[in-house]
Nanobody
């Protein structure tokens, strides 16, 4: 019942920046967490960042200080600002919302960090 559409991926040099966006087809209540995950080839999908009302955002250690998650409920959009990108950040990035016990995922957007 929730469609998530992502955009903003691409090819960037090490040290560069990208901003990912994910827009929901329906309004998502501010109390519901929204998150970004990523999956590199041959690796498991991993949590990158999560934003929850009333709490500081969560970041995995490898991106803390470089990535920032944000949310605009009026636009039904969650963002991931990625700075000082490293080759190991290369992955397909997915946004995620869990609603009424069901996980909804974006289609995935490729981020490639390479010289």
């Amino acid at each position: 019942q929730v469609q998530l559409v992502e955009s903003g991926g691409g090819l960037v040099q090490p040290g560069g920046s990208l901003t990912l966006s994910c827009t929901a087809s329906r309004s998502v209540h501010s109390s519901i967490p929204m998150a970004w995950y990523r999956q590199a080839p041959g690796k498991e999908r991993e949590l990158v960042a999560r934003i929850r009302s009333g709490r500081d955002p969560d970041y995995r250690d490898s991106v803390a200080g470089r990535f920032t998650i944000g949310r605009d409920n009026a636009k039904r959009t969650v963002y991931l600002q990625m700075n000082r990108l490293k080759p190991e950040d290369t992955a397909v990035y997915y946004c995620n919302v869990r609603h009424e016990g069901i996980n909804y995922w974006g289609q995935g957007t490729q981020v490639t960090v390479s010289s």
